[in-house]
Each structure stands twice: as C-alpha cells, then as structure tokens.
C-alpha cells in the first residue's frame, strides 16, 4: 500500500524493499507478490535484511481472480497452490473469494477452512502460519469473509488443528463492515495475529477514493484519521490484544 506502483509484482520492486530495509525504525515488512526476477532479487535482500517478513497474497488472489472458497475444485486447489509460495515469510495473508449469497454461504465456508487448514499443514513445515484477513461484504471486494464474527468462527474451525493461524484486522474493513474498531478487536481478541492501519472513504460513491482505496489520512471525506487510529491502539491495549510486536511498513 506504501508502494503502489509495486503492487502489480513488477516495477521497482528490489528497491523499493531496499529503502525499507535501511531504514532503523523498521525491524518487520510486509510485502506482496513479485514476478520471478524481482522475486529472486528481493529475496537475496531481504535473507541479509535480518527483518521479520510478512506476506500479503490478497493483491495475487485478487488480480488473478483466484478463489479459496470456489465451488469448482480445481479452481479451488489453484487458489491455493498460488498463495503456497512466499518470500521467505512468517506469515502469509489471504482473503477469501467472494460471498456467494446465504444460500451458499455454509457451503462457502466449508471449503475456505478446507482451504486454511491446506495452507496451514504446507506452512507448518515451513515454519510458515497463515493469516485471513477481513475485508468488505458489500462495498468493493464483497468477499466472504467477511464480517468479524464470521471471520472469528473460521479461526476456530482452523486454530482446533493449527493454532499458529490467526486473523488480520484492519481500521479501514472495519469501517466498511460498518463495525467500530472496539466491536471488531472485541470479538477477534483471541485470534488477532496482525493489523492494518488504514483509511477509506464510504460516504460519497462518487469520490474517486470511494471504497476500499486506501486514501491517505486527512483525505476529505475520509472515515479515519488520528482520533480513529488511536482508537484502536487504546482498544488492542486495553483488551490485551496487542503485544509486543515489531514496526513494519506495508
């Protein structure tokens, strides 16, 4: 998000990670999907950077239209192949596939666990944990999941066999699921594993930000700034939730 022009695997992704790296605030990154040369060029950085490294599939799942929820098996087993490879990470984000209406959504369900706990087992032996993050039903990305109560219950369906797994919170899907960051940190307490500060616009269709755009904060009309980011660093402290994590820039 910090380096849009990367976000599509190519550009100057090497660099880019580079500018992270000499920078002594920084001891954790989180990065995104790469074409194979800036792949084996971040890598090599990134193995002498001595940072804790993070791995967001959403953009990858995303741009190919991959779905870990799919009906169709196939479809299903390469969404999962697709996230099955990171950058030397210890932990890797994923969102599900669509909401495919309540009519199917037990079913939906069903094989995104399906899908975690297959990710989960490959990651185990790799000293890799899983992370779903939740993103908006309605709004942009209509995935799944999907709102933080469903969310939390496919963490208990996937932590019963790998406990390592967890969920990603973020200040701008909290906004777009209509939750506030004290409902959404309350009920994902003990399954919170990362967390994503962000901004959104929702009150204007029309806003070129509208959606899940990540604005920068300030942006007029915008649904976050510093009283909303505060807030929820006071909630994760107060309920516990945040430990001692290490600063990174995604």
């Known amino acids: ?33 790469a074409h194979d040369a800036a792949k084996r060029q971040a890598a090599a950085v990134l193995r002498q950077s001595h940072l ?14 991959s ?37 199917d959504e037990a079913g939906d369900k069903e094989r995104l666990v399906e899908s975690l706990k297959e990710l989960s087992a490959y990651g ?6 899983i992370t779903l993050e939740t993103f908006d039903r309605t709004i942009e990305k209509k995935a799944l999941a999907g709102p933080t109560t469903l969310c939390v219950e496919i963490s208990e369906a996937v ?23 004290r409902e959404s940190l309350t009920m994902a307490r003990d399954h919170l594993v990362h967390a994503h500060i962000g901004n ?34 006071e909630c994760c402290s107060r309920s516990g939730s945040w430990g001692a994590r290490p600063a990174s820039r995604s």
Not at 52 to 65: D, E, H
Not at 124 to 129: F, G, S
Request: proline share 8%; net charge negative.
């Open 159 to 181: 932590r019963h066999e790998y406990p390592e797994f967890g969920l990603l919170l973020d200040l701008s899907h909290m906004r777009l699921l209509n939750e506030s960051p």
């Open 67 to 103: 779905d870990l929820n799919a009906l169709d098996e196939p479809a299903r087993r390469k969404a999962v192949a697709l996230v099955s490879a990171a950058l030397g990470a210890k932990r890797v984000a994923v969102l599900s596939g669509p909401y495919p209406g309540p009519s």
């Open 200 to 233: 959104c616009v929702l009150g204007d269709p029309k806003h070129p930000a509208y959606g899940d755009q990540h604005p920068h904060f300030g942006i007029a009309g915008g649904e976050n700034d510093t009283p909303e980011v505060r807030s929820i660093y």
């Open 52 to 65: 804790s490294v993070g791995f967001g599939a959403q953009g990858a799942l995303l741009a190919t239209k």
């Open 1 to 33: 998000m910090a380096f849009p022009e990367v976000m599509r695997g190519d550009g100057p992704y090497a660099d880019t990670i580079r500018q992270i790296v000499r920078d002594e605030f920084f001891t954790a990154i989180e990065v995104g999907w």
């Open 124 to 129: 185990r032996d790799r000293h890799v944990a």
